[in-house]
């Protein structure tokens, strides 16, 4: 079967209308076309899926064509789960370019871009082997690789929020593989192949062995956002505008980054979010949900400073600073005097600190104006009221 040439945007809409009020129909929140990387020993084995385009809580018109022109070439839709993958064809392709007729004229720049990925599928060959179409109707554990993909690039692309989506399972069904450049390599292909590989002087230079690509393999960031060295930023790492990844010391991992204009030169680790305007030093680190923090995720505010090599295991509110090489965790104790334990309960009314000469440092985390230190004599660590507001370079961003 086939979907006849839509005419006009009402023709579109009542072809629509008519997918969407099918029984049993479920709106995703997210789909898209992937160009999926196979296994070079075992092909059903996806390694990788590269999507041009992601629509996430949008385009549903788009989505109930897709999903008609799959029932067309007489594929069955699966609404009951959470996800839905399949391979596309030739005839899925042509069922689709006949439903946005009233549009291919017009998907030009930014407009109708699910549009424009149709258009390049036609004057592809043998789509079948390597174009994969995913639906997600619900943020669930994901059960494919292109549902992992299909949740980084959205967190990557900044269409979900950090720390919003469920990547549970992710690591699971993603494979460990040699990247070399942005092709994915089966380690077991390579040890199969590694003598005649050496011997003929094929064996690939490689970048790394992980289950995530790099961030730059598959995401263009702002025009203002800098990476010195891809290798800084994993793939589901966020980065904000303005923010600035230094080589070194510095690492983002996935479902972690900025909100602003940050300067990166240490360790935002699994779950970490760094605000507007702040500076995480050199070597400086803040702790993700599995290394230190009993699951806490740990937020960092606007115009804060990590100092080089410092250790942040506590959410902290703006303007706060962590001198340099200091280690600040949930249990460690700190000392306040009266003075300035007055002075950062003015500064955070809510707070309501008691007044006391030691604290742990979790009965302190999110609020503003802290600023850790290190008594050089007796080597406790004490708290006053930050004195100066955080600031970056602006000629540097």
């Known amino acids: 079967m086939a979907i006849n040439t839509v005419s006009s945007t009402e023709e579109f809409k009542s072809l629509v209308a008519e997918v969407t009020g099918q029984d049993g129909y479920r709106e995703p929140i997210a789909f898209g076309i992937a160009r999926v990387d196979r296994g070079q ?76 990925v149709v258009k390049a599928l036609a004057s592809i060959e043998d789509i079948a082997k390597d174009f994969r179409i995913c639906f997600l109707f619900e943020d669930a554990p994901a059960q494919s690789v292109e549902a992992v993909y299909l949740k980084l690039y959205a967190l990557s692309q900044q269409k979900a929020p950090l720390r919003s989506l469920n990547l549970d399972g992710a690591f699971g069904i993603l494979s460990n593989v040699a990247w070399v ?19 003929n002087a094929t064996f690939p230079n490689i970048d790394s062995v992980d289950k995530f690509p790099r961030y ?119 000392k306040i005097t009266s003075e300035q334990l007055a002075l950062i309960n003015e500064a955070n009314p809510e707070a309501g600190l008691e007044s006391q000469e030691t604290f742990r440092a979790d009965a302190l985390q999110g609020l503003n104006g802290l600023h850790f230190r290190q008594n050089s004599t007796t080597g406790e660590i004490i708290v006053n009221r930050s004195t100066r507001e955080v600031k970056l370079n602006s000629e540097l961003h």
């Open 216 to 334: 730059l393999q598959h995401i263009i960031p702002a025009d203002n956002t800098r990476i010195l060295e891809a290798s800084k930023v994993r793939m589901g790492a966020q980065l904000a505008g303005g923010t600035t990844v230094m080589p070194g010391a510095s690492y983002i991992n996935f479902n972690a980054g900025t909100l602003g204009a940050v300067m990166v030169e240490g360790r935002i680790s699994s779950s970490a979010i760094v605000g507007a305007g702040s500076d995480v030093g050199g070597g400086a680190s803040i702790l993700g949900v599995l290394s230190g923090t009993d699951g806490n995720p740990i937020s960092i505010g606007e115009n804060t400073l990590l100092g080089a090599n410092s250790t942040c295991g506590i959410p902290l509110g703006d303007a706060c600073i962590i001198d340099g090489g200091v280690a600040i965790f949930a249990g460690t104790k700190v």
């Open 41 to 116: 020993k075992n092909a059903d084995k996806v390694l990788q899926a590269n999507y041009a385009l992601i629509n996430w809580n949008e385009n549903f018109g788009s989505a109930a064509v897709f999903i008609k022109a799959i029932q067309e070439a007489n594929h069955v839709v699966d609404f009951s789960g959470s996800e839905f993958v399949t391979t596309l064809n030739d005839n899925m392709v042509n069922n689709a370019i006949s439903a946005f007729a009233p549009y291919l004229g017009e998907a030009i720049g930014d407009a109708h871009k699910n549009v424009q």
């Open 181 to 199: 450049g942005n092709t994915p390599y089966e380690l077991e292909y390579l040890r199969d192949n590694e003598i005649e590989m050496k011997l």
